[in-house]
């Protein structure tokens, strides 16, 4: 993406770079979209289009947020995330939730609406309505059973001996290999 206005031209872009970040994070895309459009006002915030700041994500340190910089100011004083393009923005969402052990559980749940409920558990959000919200913008359709199973191969940042030990330990692993074995050619 050269810049933001391609990307707000296209949900279809964006909807690509949520399913970039649910590779690498394991969280479900539909979650990670729909927590876009809502944190950005459907992509049409000053912090996004200034910003590149795809979730309101605050500016404390290169961090806890590489590739950062102090962006816009917060109505609490604060400081939002600057990031110099949109693709940049996606990274920087990405190294975020990498570099805050908080949200490592939010991979744990099984639908969108459980990692929801973890991400709003977790302190993502106060609003007692977060989760319906975000579950609306997403129509309820997750692919957390997609993501979860494509995060631990492709993508990620584990070695390869981490990798192969999740394989070993998966059932179907043992299934495939016994079947083999009895029906050897």
Partial sequence: MANISEAVGSNNSMREYAKTASIQLGWDSGLIYAQWVLETGNFTSNVFKTDNN????????????????PGSEADDGGVYAHYPSVSAGVQGYINFIKANPRYSNVKTGKTLVEQATILKNDGWATDPT????????????????ISSATAGLIGSSNGITE????????PIFWIVLLVGLIFKP
């Fill in 130 to 145: 977060y989760v319906s919200k975000v579950v609306a913008i997403a129509g309820g359709n997750g692919d957390v059973n």
């Fill in 163 to 170: 990798k192969a030990g999740r394989i070993v330990k998966s």
């Fill in 54 to 69: 795809l979730a309101g994500i605050k500016f404390v340190s290169t961090r806890n947020n590489p590739g950062a910089s």
